[in-house]
């Protein structure tokens, strides 16, 4: 009877332990989340409010490429698997006139393990995203800064990295090492992001924005949340 007592004390503690392991990591996460979209809006204000149009012919249709780099944040089950990480991608748009454009992006999304997870037996992975989609600009002739929302669909190609881990006889004797080859699954996925042009001079912008990534897996579903910058050139 004590051993029972004692055995189901034991797991509540654990599992306590555990929500309160989870909670932290989801107040970090949205605290580093706040503090990224705080900053690329002031920025954005900012700079939008200090500078004036410049008057200048544009001719459309007009294509650029941005070469982007950020942090994602990982959340919900995501969140209790893998952490925060770096992220990089390459942007092709082609804008139609002012307010209307159309992206297509492919990015890398590093997702290194949770050394504190209570995942058993697991590694390290990554995503690779290819999506397109439209970006709406909201323009004021009297400011160079240019805010704008964009919404993607695509493929989502999620690669978990080739792992081992020990595991011992029921009869005893030396521990047997358990080779899992690295697996590759592709599913359907959204995202959507508010962001910022501002001009630099010449035919380059600065780019900025955040972004929620949407992914649906079979029996679960996978969110990330991203903040990035680079530079949009005009070709």
Known sequence: ???????????TKNND????LKNGRNKIMFK?????????????????????????KITYPLFSIAPVIGVQFPAGGLN????????????????????????LKA??????????????????????????????????????????LEAGLGAYIFTMKEYTYNTYPL???PAVVVTVPS???????VNVGPGVFVPLGGPVDLVMKA???YIFESGASRTFITAMAGVDFNL
């Open 32 to 56: 580093n989340i706040y503090k990224l979209l705080f900053a690329i809006l002031l920025l954005a204000f900012f700079t939008s409010n200090i500078t004036e149009a410049q008057t200048k």
């Open 211 to 213: 972004k929620l990534h």
């Open 171 to 173: 009869a005893g004797g």
């Open 107 to 148: 990015g890398y999304y590093n997702m290194p393990v949770r050394t504190d997870g209570d995942i058993s037996f697991t590694s390290g992975g990554s995503y690779i995203e290819i999506s397109a989609g439209p970006r709406y600009i909201f323009t004021k002739p009297n400011l160079k800064a240019k805010f704008f």
């Open 183 to 189: 697996a590759s699954t592709t599913n359907l996925g």
């Open 80 to 103: 209790d698997e893998y952490k925060a990480s770096w992220n990089a991608g390459l942007e092709m748009n082609l804008k139609v006139n002012r307010e209307t454009s159309f992206f």
């Open 17 to 20: 332990q555990l929500r309160l």
């Open 1 to 11: 009877m004590k051993n029972s007592k004692l055995q189901f004390f034991t797991i």
